[in-house]
């Protein structure tokens, strides 16, 4: 690649390490990565590398290093952030390769895997002795656990059963200077910081797993989902309020709104209650006589809010069924509109009829039209906001809105995101978030892994801090940008 | 030695800031019920008394958040959730404790095992650097992914890299009923067996504890919480799985969410399938162990490090560790306290950015950190 001698070296030393076809540099194929799941950035990498191993990934990365090039890890491609956007400078390290289940230790509830895994065949592989893999992001069946390591993904059941970081024990992790570190174990408490926890979410910035040894969770004796109509988000919500009171915390507790309900039944034809303003699909596991005495609460429950349906699956088949419509609601609300942004935002749950209250508002106004699709039992919103982009200002105002709902989730002491991460998409949105100390002493953390900037640089933060600088004491010039060594950021 | 007694954050942070200029080395203190803990820092100029910070600032109940000072006492953010019929299901394991010293040495009881240790419930935190800059991060909802989450890594810090100040917690109901299943063990053996059916059951235990004297026989106690009939039932079931010499009791165990007494207080770490060679050799080496099973994290009592070297080969051998969590100097100064640490390079580094002339308990940590 011309004008690229870092890129040209990291290409040689690449194609020393790995097998031909894992080394990609023809324009074409390397634009088939332009993207991840968020579609609408685009960058076409200079290099991608496909190691089959951590030691061939940690020699690409050591490369890099060497040559100050900087790389970006990718797993299957499904996040919803842009936190995978390649670097037009840089190498796409792409772990689709590294999809060895190492081990699966039931005893020790406990199973090894390399970060190209898909995050399903962690539960299939453990199913047979018992056990699952508790974080499941709707996009289980594709996207990887290097990814979900990378983002601290969530899923509808992370209610009860938390996020990757609380089922990620122990990883190998290559710094971005190439070095081949162990970060946790299999037993808890490794002495020292848990620098894993700081990893686990940092969205590719501090570096690249290579395995992850995650914990493995007990299958449930008895699971029920129930599916609730309800004739107004406001009477779904207050049910949420109700069964969180009773002190029942059931494994997942998700809610669509009319035009989420429309647009699933549209697609996938999941048979929801008829001219229901909101459902819920709520899901209680456990032990059998524990979960038959909450699922009679949370039905009194429900019916003392205005209920008018309550449907009860206690087979898989049937289950699968109700979880299919909330599953693929997302781009099921591709058959309402030809275009739709993903917003993810969180809010304390009991803001939950005021910010839905104002959502109607801001699409009122505007005429942009929103489907409400959320985790209502950890008040973790997915609006889906809906435009046309072959017709003239939409877009614009689609992104206005979206915006504007972000700043709602702030403004009631939420989140910008609750589980697709902030990436290239909301950096810019960090500092309405966190003031300029809190990201600068995150970014104290980023100069300790990854000084050089190097590893997915232009992610989460909207600024990066130049490493050199003693905390809290700034004089002058950085040295590398007097020296001409460095442009001003 | 100076103290200083801060009521704020803001006050914390003055203080920092002065200790800064003047170049004083700083050591962060609750009420001291910890303060032995790790190695004895190298110097300490400056001891910034926290127990002002005393007051639990905000319990959402609708929320199950709850959020409060670093000073305040662990009991005293249960009354005031207690109220609401919440807890927050970070035991109180060192009587006295407060929020912030629990943090900054990562206590944990029995019920971590199902309700995992303070990483899994801290949602946000806000700390004063070393220079005095406040700093948060996280915030009051449970799911929340935006920037890194400093949080992890000051739980478990001993203090080495920045102060708590604040601590925004997920609680969890408090449980209808609570039932304990006891029976006694006579050995490593069986209390491994027990411990096994009961790990790999499906009457979702909260705890299963250990408890083994040096000598004689121990107990094995499995926790069980929720609405009652749902109690009940998963008693029986672990009732039945423990044998005829099993009691169902309402009654909290002696010695429960209690670390072992002794002068030299260890904590082993193993993977499950570990339990029995861990016990054995601690009964081997005449110390008295107590802790999760059911989570791979026991508390040994010794009256000297002597067996310290045949744990950590064991725990070793079972992807665990042994670190001497509290001794008498003289104890400290002879052994390696923390034992081998991976990634200290990384941890280094971390250290050196956040308190880069190393005048937060310098020494106290891994590696002299």
């Given at each position: 690649m011309p004008g690229m001698p870092g890129v040209d070296a990291v290409t040689q030393r690449a194609r020393e390490l790995i097998p031909p076809e894992g080394v990609i540099t023809d324009v074409a194929r390397l634009r088939t990565y332009e993207c991840d799941g968020l579609s609408h950035y685009r960058v076409v990498p200079a290099l991608v590398v496909i190691p089959e191993d951590a030691a061939q990934l940690a020699g690409v990365v050591g490369a890099c290093a060497e040559h100050g090039v900087p790389f970006v890890a990718r797993g299957s491609g499904t996040g919803l952030s842009g936190g995978a956007l390649p670097h037009a400078e840089g190498v796409l390290v792409v772990t689709s390769k590294m999809r060895t289940i190492t081990a699966v230790r039931p005893d020790d509830q406990r199973a090894v895997v390399e970060p190209g895994v898909i995050n399903l065949d962690v539960t299939r592989a453990a199913t047979p002795h018992g056990y699952y893999y508790a974080p499941d992001p709707s996009s289980q069946q594709i996207c990887s656990i290097g990814g979900n390591v990378a983002e601290n993904s969530g899923g509808a059941h992370c209610l009860k059963y938390g996020f990757t970081t609380n089922h990620v024990l122990g990883a190998e992790f290559v710094s971005p200077q190439g070095d081949v570190v162990q970060l946790g174990g299999i037993a808890p408490d490794t002495p020292g910081y848990d620098l894993l926890g700081a990893?686990?979410?940092?969205?590719?910035?501090?570096?690249?797993?290579?395995?992850?040894?995650?914990?493995?969770?007990?299958?449930?004796?008895?699971?029920?989902?129930?599916?609730?109509?309800?004739?107004?988000?406001?009477?779904?919500?207050?049910?949420?309020?109700?069964?969180?009171?009773?002190?029942?915390?059931?494994?997942?507790?998700?809610?669509?709104?009319?035009?989420?309900?429309?647009?699933?039944?549209?697609?996938?034809?999941?048979?929801?209650?008829?001219?229901?303003?909101?459902?819920?699909?709520?899901?209680?596991?456990?032990?059998?006589?524990?979960?038959?005495?909450?699922?009679?609460?949370?039905?009194?429950?429900?019916?003392?809010?205005?209920?008018?349906?309550?449907?009860?699956?206690?087979?898989?088949?049937?289950?699968?069924?109700?979880?299919?419509?909330?599953?693929?609601?997302?781009?099921?609300?591709?058959?309402?509109?030809?275009?739709?942004?993903?917003?993810?935002?969180?809010?304390?749950?009991?803001?939950?009829?005021?910010?839905?209250?104002?959502?109607?508002?801001?699409?009122?106004?505007?005429?942009?039209?929103?489907?409400?699709?959320?985790?209502?039992?950890?008040?973790?919103?997915?609006?889906?906001?809906?435009?046309?982009?072959?017709?003239?200002?939409?877009?614009?105002?689609?992104?206005?809105?979206?915006?504007?709902?972000?700043?709602?989730?702030?403004?009631?002491?939420?989140?910008?995101?609750?589980?697709?991460?902030?990436?290239?998409?909301?950096?810019?949105?960090?500092?309405?978030?966190?003031?300029?100390?809190?990201?600068?002493t995150m970014q104290l953390v980023r100069c300790a892994f990854d000084p050089d900037g190097i590893s997915n640089p232009g992610k989460v933060f909207p600024t990066p801090r130049l490493c050199g600088e003693v905390p809290g004491r700034h004089k002058g010039a950085h040295p590398l940008q007097e020296a001409g060594l460095a442009e001003v950021f | 030695m100076e103290e200083a007694h801060p009521t704020s954050t803001a006050e914390v942070a003055e203080v920092l800031g002065d200790a800064t200029s003047r170049g004083l080395t700083v050591v962060a203190r609750g009420r001291g019920t910890k303060q032995g803990w790790g190695m004895p820092p190298t110097s300490a100029d400056l001891v910034v008394d926290l127990s002002g910070l005393a007051r639990v600032l905000d319990h959402q109940a609708g929320d199950l958040i709850v959020d409060t000072q670093a000073g305040a006492l662990l009991s005293d953010v249960q009354d005031v959730v207690g109220t609401e019929r919440q807890r927050l299901v970070l035991e109180e394991t060192v009587p006295g404790t407060t929020v912030g010293g629990a943090l900054a040495t990562n206590t944990s009881g029995p019920q971590r095992m199902f309700f995992g240790t303070a990483r899994d419930l801290l949602i946000g935190v806000t700390v004063v650097r070393a220079d005095g800059v406040v700093a948060k991060a996280g915030g009051r909802v449970v799911k929340n992914v935006a920037g890194y989450d400093l949080g992890k890594l000051v739980i478990g810090s001993y203090g080495t890299l920045a102060v708590i100040t604040e601590a925004v917690f997920r609680l969890h109901p408090l449980p209808d009923v609570e039932r304990w299943v006891v029976t006694p063990v006579d050995g490593p053996g069986r209390a491994h067996e027990l411990a096994q059916a009961v790990v790999h059951s499906q009457a979702v235990p909260w705890a299963v504890e250990v408890d083994l004297p040096a000598s004689g026989p121990g107990t094995l106690?499995?926790?069980?919480?929720?609405?009652?009939?749902?109690?009940?039932?998963?008693?029986?079931?672990?009732?039945?799985?423990?044998?005829?010499?099993?009691?169902?009791?309402?009654?909290?165990?002696?010695?429960?969410?209690?670390?072992?007494?002794?002068?030299?207080?260890?904590?082993?770490?193993?993977?499950?399938?570990?339990?029995?060679?861990?016990?054995?050799?601690?009964?081997?080496?005449?110390?008295?162990?107590?802790?999760?099973?059911?989570?791979?994290?026991?508390?040994?009592?010794?009256?000297?490090?002597?067996?310290?070297?045949?744990?950590?080969?064991?725990?070793?051998?079972?992807?665990?560790?042994?670190?001497?969590?509290?001794?008498?100097?003289?104890?400290?100064?002879?052994?390696?306290?923390?034992?081998?640490?991976?990634?200290?390079?990384?941890?280094?580094?971390?250290?050196?950015?956040?308190?880069?002339?190393?005048?937060?308990?310098?020494?106290?940590?891994?590696?002299?950190?």
């Amino acid at each position: 690649m011309p004008g690229m001698p870092g890129v040209d070296a990291v290409t040689q030393r690449a194609r020393e390490l790995i097998p031909p076809e894992g080394v990609i540099t023809d324009v074409a194929r390397l634009r088939t990565y332009e993207c991840d799941g968020l579609s609408h950035y685009r960058v076409v990498p200079a290099l991608v590398v496909i190691p089959e191993d951590a030691a061939q990934l940690a020699g690409v990365v050591g490369a890099c290093a060497e040559h100050g090039v900087p790389f970006v890890a990718r797993g299957s491609g499904t996040g919803l952030s842009g936190g995978a956007l390649p670097h037009a400078e840089g190498v796409l390290v792409v772990t689709s390769k590294m999809r060895t289940i190492t081990a699966v230790r039931p005893d020790d509830q406990r199973a090894v895997v390399e970060p190209g895994v898909i995050n399903l065949d962690v539960t299939r592989a453990a199913t047979p002795h018992g056990y699952y893999y508790a974080p499941d992001p709707s996009s289980q069946q594709i996207c990887s656990i290097g990814g979900n390591v990378a983002e601290n993904s969530g899923g509808a059941h992370c209610l009860k059963y938390g996020f990757t970081t609380n089922h990620v024990l122990g990883a190998e992790f290559v710094s971005p200077q190439g070095d081949v570190v162990q970060l946790g174990g299999i037993a808890p408490d490794t002495p020292g910081y848990d620098l894993l926890g700081a990893v686990v979410g940092s969205e590719g910035t501090l570096g690249i797993v290579t395995s992850a040894t995650v914990r493995l969770v007990r299958l449930p004796e008895e699971v029920r989902t129930i599916l609730v109509g309800f004739a107004s988000t406001d009477q779904a919500g207050a049910a949420v309020s109700a069964i969180i009171a009773a002190g029942i915390v059931p494994a997942a507790i998700e809610m669509m709104d009319a035009l989420a309900i429309e647009a699933a039944e549209a697609a996938v034809h999941c048979n929801y209650p008829d001219g229901a303003g909101a459902v819920l699909v709520i899901e209680l596991d456990g032990a059998a006589v524990e979960v038959a005495a909450e699922y009679d609460e949370v039905e009194r429950l429900c019916n003392d809010n205005g209920a008018f349906e309550q449907r009860l699956a206690t087979d898989p088949a049937d289950r699968a069924l109700i979880w299919k419509g909330r599953k693929s609601a997302f781009a099921a609300v591709g058959r309402i509109s030809p275009d739709y942004i993903v917003q993810d935002g969180v809010i304390p749950r009991t803001a939950l009829p005021e910010v839905l209250k104002a959502i109607a508002e801001l699409s009122g106004t505007s005429g942009v039209r929103v489907a409400n699709v959320f985790h209502a039992g950890d008040g973790n919103l997915h609006p889906l906001v809906l435009f046309d982009e072959s017709k003239d200002g939409e877009a614009e105002a689609a992104e206005e809105v979206s915006g504007a709902i972000l700043d709602l989730c702030i403004e009631h002491g939420g989140s910008i995101t609750g589980e697709h991460g902030v990436g290239m998409d909301k950096a810019r949105y960090m500092p309405r978030m966190y003031d300029e100390a809190d990201l600068d002493t995150m970014q104290l953390v980023r100069c300790a892994f990854d000084p050089d900037g190097i590893s997915n640089p232009g992610k989460v933060f909207p600024t990066p801090r130049l490493c050199g600088e003693v905390p809290g004491r700034h004089k002058g010039a950085h040295p590398l940008q007097e020296a001409g060594l460095a442009e001003v950021f | 030695m100076e103290e200083a007694h801060p009521t704020s954050t803001a006050e914390v942070a003055e203080v920092l800031g002065d200790a800064t200029s003047r170049g004083l080395t700083v050591v962060a203190r609750g009420r001291g019920t910890k303060q032995g803990w790790g190695m004895p820092p190298t110097s300490a100029d400056l001891v910034v008394d926290l127990s002002g910070l005393a007051r639990v600032l905000d319990h959402q109940a609708g929320d199950l958040i709850v959020d409060t000072q670093a000073g305040a006492l662990l009991s005293d953010v249960q009354d005031v959730v207690g109220t609401e019929r919440q807890r927050l299901v970070l035991e109180e394991t060192v009587p006295g404790t407060t929020v912030g010293g629990a943090l900054a040495t990562n206590t944990s009881g029995p019920q971590r095992m199902f309700f995992g240790t303070a990483r899994d419930l801290l949602i946000g935190v806000t700390v004063v650097r070393a220079d005095g800059v406040v700093a948060k991060a996280g915030g009051r909802v449970v799911k929340n992914v935006a920037g890194y989450d400093l949080g992890k890594l000051v739980i478990g810090s001993y203090g080495t890299l920045a102060v708590i100040t604040e601590a925004v917690f997920r609680l969890h109901p408090l449980p209808d009923v609570e039932r304990w299943v006891v029976t006694p063990v006579d050995g490593p053996g069986r209390a491994h067996e027990l411990a096994q059916a009961v790990v790999h059951s499906q009457a979702v235990p909260w705890a299963v504890e250990v408890d083994l004297p040096a000598s004689g026989p121990g107990t094995l106690g499995v926790l069980l919480g929720g609405k009652a009939e749902g109690v009940a039932d998963r008693a029986e079931t672990v009732r039945r799985l423990l044998g005829d010499a099993a009691e169902v009791t309402d009654t909290t165990p002696p010695g429960w969410a209690a670390y072992p007494a002794g002068p030299v207080l260890l904590k082993l770490t193993f993977a499950l399938s570990g339990l029995r060679d861990v016990l054995t050799a601690a009964r081997e080496a005449g110390v008295h162990v107590r802790g999760s099973a059911g989570a791979g994290v026991v508390h040994a009592a010794a009256d000297d490090a002597g067996a310290l070297d045949a744990l950590r080969a064991v725990c070793a051998r079972h992807g665990g560790s042994v670190v001497v969590v509290d001794a008498p100097d003289d104890v400290k100064q002879a052994v390696d306290v923390w034992g081998p640490v991976p990634a200290l390079d990384l941890m280094r580094r971390v250290k050196d950015q956040f308190d880069p002339e190393h005048r937060l308990a310098p020494g106290r940590f891994v590696g002299g950190i």
